[in-house]
């Protein structure tokens, strides 16, 4: 028995939000036997995106029960049940989260449908919810309302329970009720994360580097970490005991930081460089991304935001290669080729970096470009 499950929130800080609406359908694997659909009283307040998103604002909700009054109706359908959602882990701490406020430990197997239809649907495009069931013909309305994306999600099930012909492939992919939801250890590092662009640094109980990268929001990030399935995921949730961070400001210093670092350092759980790449001697910036500037031959500062208001981030090129980067607080630390030299951290690079900064502009531009003399 399985129940269908999409969950709207207020957005917020990390477990920090509330539910707005809930829609629950159970399915016996050939039709619905039972159905609970609700506005849900957050009783605090909904993020303005999050209201552009769905539509639900604080006066739809004001006579709407609150969720201490549907918790009973909630447990009851969902009894002996695995929840079945698309990115499960989000909505199944979400309810855990309320339960959790209520003194109830609430636990249910759960199924993820972005995970089984990479398995079941490799070549889609997309596994976004609304893009793949586009690319399936599947009908969808109420985009973004919990009733809407949850039929969504229902219509999708049926047809991966038909794909997966013996199975197996289901089998594989539900979680334990005890998956998906952070340990007090855990929750503990999470809460310490930033919601910042950076670099994070994963350790043991020895204290030795296991694993570094970056990210656009580190707390989300080091969430997925813990909460992500397969024998990978297993291994870092049991062996980090740590997670420090440094905030960079810009993703592409976040990007190269990571890249240097990973190549000094070697932690044994990230994955070495390809060695068909290691075989590349230059690390040239590839010309083209700013027609006003020939990047792989004149020595150039790319400069894009930095750690809080007022600073800038610069990465340093010469003649197409990348020698360091660093942060600043006035023009005339840059303007001055002393100065500059000395607020920039010299690195050695790699093949990788080249590509990083190639990547990335080719992807989004930076504040500025200024050429050197």
Not at 39 to 46: A, F
Not at 174 to 200: C, H, K, N
Not at 227 to 232: E, L, Q
Not at 315 to 332: I, P, R, S, T, W
Request: aromatic fraction near 6%.
């Amino acid at each position: 028995m399985y129940t269908i499950l999409d969950i709207e929130t207020t957005g917020g800080k990390y477990d920090e939000e509330g539910i707005t609406e809930i829609a629950i359908h159970k399915f016996d694997g050939h039709r619905v036997v039972d159905q609970f659909i609700s506005l849900v009283n957050p009783e605090r307040e909904i993020q303005p995106f999050v209201v552009k998103l769905t539509g639900i604002n604080s006066k739809m909700l004001r006579t709407a029960p609150k969720f201490h009054e549907v918790a009973k109706r909630i447990v009851e359908i969902t009894q002996g049940t695995v929840l079945v959602a698309h990115n499960a882990q989000f909505d199944y701490r979400i309810l855990r989260t309320e339960f959790r406020r209520l003194g109830y430990n609430f636990e249910r197997k759960t199924l993820c449908t972005v995970d089984l239809s990479k398995r079941l649907i490799p070549e889609a495009e997309s596994h976004s919810l609304g893009k793949l069931v586009r690319s399936l013909g599947i009908p969808v309305s109420d985009r973004h309302r919990a009733n809407g994306d949850a039929l969504a999600t229902l219509k999708l099930f049926k047809l991966l329970l038909s794909r997966d012909s013996d199975k197996s492939i289901i089998k594989r992919v539900i979680r334990a009720e005890s998956l998906g939801e952070l340990t007090p250890r855990q929750l503990d590092i999470v809460d310490d994360m930033p919601l910042e662009t950076g670099v994070y640094y994963m350790y043991n109980k020895e204290g030795d580097l296991i694993f570094l990268s970056h990210s656009t929001n580190i707390r989300k990030r080091v969430n997925q970490h813990f909460t992500n399935s397969g024998s990978w995921a297993r291994t870092i949730q049991k062996e980090t005991r740590k997670v420090t961070f440094e905030i960079t400001g810009s993703e592409l210093v976040a990007r190269l930081k990571a890249e240097e670092e990973r190549q000094r350092n070697k932690p044994k759980y990230n994955a070495p460089e390809n060695k068909q790449v290691k075989i590349l001697e230059q690390q040239r910036v590839v010309q083209g991304f700013y027609q006003e500037i020939d990047l792989a031959n004149n020595s150039i500062l790319l400069i894009d935001k930095g750690r809080d208001v007022g600073e800038r981030s610069a990465v340093l090129l010469k003649n197409g290669v990348f020698k360091g980067l660093g942060f600043y607080n006035l023009n005339h630390q840059i303007n001055n080729i002393h100065i500059l030299e000395k607020i920039i951290t010299p690195m050695k690079g790699s093949p990788a970096s080249g590509r990083i900064i190639s990547t990335y502009l080719q992807e989004k531009r930076v504040l500025k470009v200024i050429e050197l003399n």
